[in-house]
């Protein structure tokens, strides 16, 4: 289940940013037994270069990571780690 949900979350992100850079890391083996990993929705991290955050303040770079991923916020991803940058 999370090689499919880190696949998604690339395919969402490629199809938003177009990045020139774009890796998805599953984290959630480390948060195992951690109390908001228990309904099993997973842990993420998430590196990003694309034009799109070009002059925005990280949060508004993270804000649009979290808009691209819309329904998996709620479903399928519990923390998401965001690092974001300009080409």
Same mark, same amino acid.
Do not use: N
């Given at each position: 289940m999370s090689v499919e949900r880190s696949e998604r979350i690339k395919r969402l992100l490629d199809a938003r940013f177009r990045p020139s850079v774009l890796e998805v890391r599953d984290q959630s083996h480390l948060h195992a037994g951690h109390e908001g990993a228990?309904? @099993? #929705? @997973? +842990? !993420? %991290?998430?590196? *990003?270069? $694309? =034009?799109? !955050? #070009? =002059? /925005?303040? #990280?949060i508004e770079c +993270? #804000? /649009?990571?979290?808009? $691209? /991923? %819309?329904?998996?916020?709620? &479903?399928? *991803?519990h923390a998401l780690? *965001? &690092?974001a940058a300009a080409d």
């Amino acid at each position: 289940m999370s090689v499919e949900r880190s696949e998604r979350i690339k395919r969402l992100l490629d199809a938003r940013f177009r990045p020139s850079v774009l890796e998805v890391r599953d984290q959630s083996h480390l948060h195992a037994g951690h109390e908001g990993a228990k309904d @099993g #929705r @997973g +842990h !993420f %991290d998430v590196r *990003i270069v $694309a =034009d799109d !955050f #070009r =002059d /925005l303040s #990280r949060i508004e770079c +993270h #804000r /649009l990571v979290y808009d $691209a /991923l %819309d329904d998996m916020m709620k &479903t399928d *991803i519990h923390a998401l780690r *965001i &690092t974001a940058a300009a080409d």
